[in-house]
């Protein structure tokens, strides 16, 4: 059984390009999250998604930044005219219908703007 | 706002030793509490978690952790360490209630000598 598919693992992206990173969840997961980590700190909450709905998107900076997890295909997280403030990691995580208090988390995407 | 601090950025102990890593939150009602480990590269892996019940809690990889309200504390603990647990540990708090929307602290480097 496959863990959540993260992909790609590195993008690098020069400063007013965009950014797309995949998320592919567990098999079985209906609840797709995406955290940020910036450098030399702990992982910070973005959005919250099911199926064709964003629940909670909090955390999601108010410009430049979408997401979306259609019926078909992986989550999406967009990055539009990316900043060298957006270089991260990324990280995507999954939960099943019957949410069990606990996330499965991906490898991450790491993002570099130059 | 919920908050958590890991004090402790970086910890070294020697393989076999005993090992605790400090945990404090700041959350208004009975906190879900979690601690997750990341080893490099990798995505995060749930050790424990704890809602509510007997406030020791026992994890994989023989680690244990307790939650104690009157210190809001949540320190996670390991009687022997071995060196493939070096790594990056994160305590996480769920908001409202959830596990779906954590706060993270900024983690806790593990190394493990010989």
């Known amino acids: 059984n496959a863990g959540v598919m993260q992909n790609p693992r590195h993008l690098v992206r020069r400063r007013g390009q965009e950014a797309r990173l995949r998320c592919s969840p567990m098999?079985?997961?209906?609840?797709v999250y995406w955290y940020r980590q910036l450098p030399e700190e702990g992982l910070k909450f973005m959005v919250y998604?099911?199926?064709?709905?964003?629940?909670?998107e909090s955390g999601m900076p108010k410009e430049r930044f979408s997401a979306e997890f259609p019926k078909e295909g992986p989550s999406i997280l967009r990055i539009q005219q990316v900043v060298r403030g957006d270089s991260a990691a990324y990280f995507c995580?999954?939960?099943?219908?019957?949410?069990?208090?606990?996330?499965?988390f991906g490898e991450g995407s790491r993002l570099t703007v130059l | 706002a919920q908050s958590v601090t890991q004090p402790d950025i970086h910890i070294t102990v020697s393989e076999g030793a005993s090992l605790e890593l400090r945990c404090n939150y700041s959350?208004?009602?009975?906190?879900?509490l979690f601690w997750y480990v990341q080893s490099p590269g990798q995505g995060l892996q749930l050790l424990l978690k704890y809602f509510s019940g007997d406030t020791l809690v026992q994890g994989i990889k023989g680690f244990e952790a307790e939650f104690k309200r009157s210190q809001s504390s949540f320190n996670l603990r390991k009687p022997s360490v071995h060196w493939s647990d070096a790594a990056e540990y994160f305590c996480?708090?769920?908001?409202?209630?959830?596990?779906?929307?954590?706060?993270f602290g900024t983690g806790t480097r593990l190394q493990v000598t010989l």
């Open positions: 995580a999954s939960s099943p219908e019957h949410l069990t208090g606990e996330l499965f």
């Open positions: 959350y208004g009602a009975t906190p879900y």
């Open positions: 996480a708090v769920g908001e409202g209630g959830t596990a779906s929307k954590l706060t």
């Open positions: 098999k079985g997961h209906s609840h």
């Open positions: 998604l099911q199926k064709e709905n964003i629940i909670d």
